[in-house]
């Protein structure tokens, strides 16, 4: 009975009542669907419901336990190589050690189905609820659901491929799950996502924080695009970019825009990331800087991306250099050295992207000022190191700073422009794929292209150039069948055993001995 209890606390999240001691669980209530305040009889609870299933969410890049998690989404790709590692990324870059008892691929997956049951409450609650609740608000929230349980099962699909689909909430044991193929996976996502998308409210009306349809149709646009169908992705995303709800930001705005810097900075910077701080590019954001007293999160993004330079003589941690970082990821030397080798870029600015380094600490007079070079004795894979800015975050009153309380931009208008100009290409209209991505170049101050330079390549270098630190970098090149090739030729020196069989991550093994009463499979070479 053990066995069976724990297969569907695994698989379905009931581990989040179980397991619920972790430090981020205590910093706001309610953290799931089970607990008491989450009964579906009026708005209140429904709300309940969906600050429990957004605590879920938040924990899909904001796990501490492992911090080198983050990583997994972008070593072994072509932007990143190993740096200080934890150890939970090691074999997304040396796939030879990625087997079926892999930590990083049992954490995603455990997170994924603990999202989809936590949607799955909200949507079969607004069905039954009471007609004392509004039918517009029910269709409202049944839509955020909605939208959370396709972006799960996307994240599924796109790496596992065939997996189990769980359409209604599961409360009592189950062992006999069994794996759905991924085109009808597409095709509830599809759904899903449609269903929903009359219900949102735009970003302009919605509560900070919450999803909007702009949201949605984002996403959709990304699930045509992996199912293989550019020209309903394509109207999808000029609805979106059309519906002129989010505007790319071409100027300075917010809480440093007097201070030395660029608009592209600015929308990184801690006070300018939401829409109600000026933010008009967003269009789904986590909000970490949580609005109850004492409230943080302990996501390492500032420890996988900002170097350890205060580890040399001479330098002092600072605000300026992002806080105290770890760099358990440093980026490739094609990101470094190639990815903008087309002339001026704003993206690649010093603000942008930090690549010089001068001595700060003013207790050392002989070296301070002068720039960092030629160190001898020390690792610059992980000291000295070029890096993106997004990340950096300094508090002076704690300056070890465990965790990162910067929002995560989850989606922003700028990578719409490059999910069209995809759909475009795909459909061989290269004229319109350029003129899509020029509306970026514009905006970054960089050279325009033309139609005889667009190519997938060429979509995916605009890609990392503008969504480096943001983009989850394998989702990308997994789905769009350019993992092997990419990393292989620009990150070759840092990927090792990368073969067809890694293009799908395994089945966690601990779930398949759990589900005793079918055969949960697994996707082969492993």
Request: aromatic share 10%; net charge positive.
């Amino acid at each position: 009975m053990k066995r069976i209890l724990l297969a569907t606390a695994s698989l379905l999240g009931l581990a989040q009542v179980l397991s619920s001691c972790d430090k981020e669980y205590l910093d706001e209530t309610p953290k799931s669907l089970y607990t008491p305040q989450t009964v579906l009889t009026d708005s209140l609870g429904f709300e309940a419901a969906m600050a429990g299933l957004q605590s879920v969410v938040r924990e899909q890049y904001t796990h501490s336990d492992q911090q080198g998690l983050i990583s997994i989404m972008q070593l072994g790709t072509d932007v990143a190589m190993p740096g200080q590692v934890q150890g939970v990324e090691v074999p997304y870059y040396n796939y030879n050690q990625l087997t079926a008892q892999d930590r990083g691929s049992e954490i995603f997956w455990s997170w994924a189905y603990r999202t989809i049951n936590n949607a799955n409450q909200i949507i079969d609650g607004a069905v039954m609820a009471p007609s004392t609740v509004r039918q517009g608000y029910k269709n409202r929230i049944s839509a955020e659901a909605r939208f959370f349980r396709a972006y799960a099962y996307n994240f599924l699909a796109t790496l596992w491929g065939d997996v189990p689909l769980v359409d209604k909430p599961v409360t009592s044991p189950r062992t006999d799950f069994t794996r759905t193929p991924v085109a009808d996976i597409n095709a509830f996502i599809i759904n899903d996502l449609t269903t929903a998308i009359p219900s949102m409210l735009p970003g302009n009306r919605v509560i900070s924080g919450r999803i909007s349809r702009g949201a949605a149709q984002q996403l959709l646009g990304e699930v045509y695009l992996r199912d293989n169908k550019p020209a309903l992705a394509e109207q999808v995303l000029r609805d979106l970019i059309n519906s002129n709800v989010y505007q790319l930001i071409r100027a300075r705005y917010g809480v440093k825009s007097n201070q030395p810097g660029d608009y592209f900075s600015d929308m990184f910077i801690v006070g300018n990331q939401r829409r109600s701080q000026g933010n008009t590019e967003l269009i789904w954001g986590i909000e970490q800087q949580l609005l109850i007293p004492g409230g943080t999160t302990s996501a390492q993004q500032r420890r996988v991306w900002v170097p350890a330079y205060y580890n040399v003589p001479g330098m002092a941690l600072a605000d300026s250099l992002g806080g105290r970082g770890l760099a358990r990821l440093r980026l490739s030397n094609w990101v470094d050295y190639r990815l903008y080798n087309s002339g001026p870029d704003m993206r690649n600015s010093k603000y942008n992207l930090k690549r010089k380094f001068y001595y700060n600490d003013a207790s050392r007079p002989a070296t301070f000022g002068k720039p960092v070079t030629g160190l001898k004795g020390s690792d610059t894979i992980f000291y000295i190191t070029p890096y993106t800015t997004k990340w950096n975050q300094f508090d002076p009153t704690d300056t070890f700073g465990f965790g990162t309380i910067k929002d995560l931009p989850m989606m922003r208008l700028g990578e719409t422009y490059l999910l069209l100009a995809e759909a475009q290409f795909k459909q061989g209209k290269l004229a319109d794929a350029a003129t899509s991505i020029n509306v970026l170049r514009t905006r970054a101050q960089a050279a325009q292209v033309t139609a005889s330079q667009i190519d997938l390549n060429f979509i995916l270098d605009e890609r990392a150039r503008e969504l480096i630190g943001e983009e989850q970098r394998r989702i990308t090149l997994v789905r769009t069948g350019t993992l092997i090739e990419r990393a292989t030729r620009l990150n070759g020196a840092f990927v090792t055993g990368l073969t067809q069989k890694n293009l799908l991550l395994p089945i966690p093994q601990a779930e398949r001995d759990r589900n005793i009463s079918a055969n949960l499979g697994q996707n082969p070479g492993y």
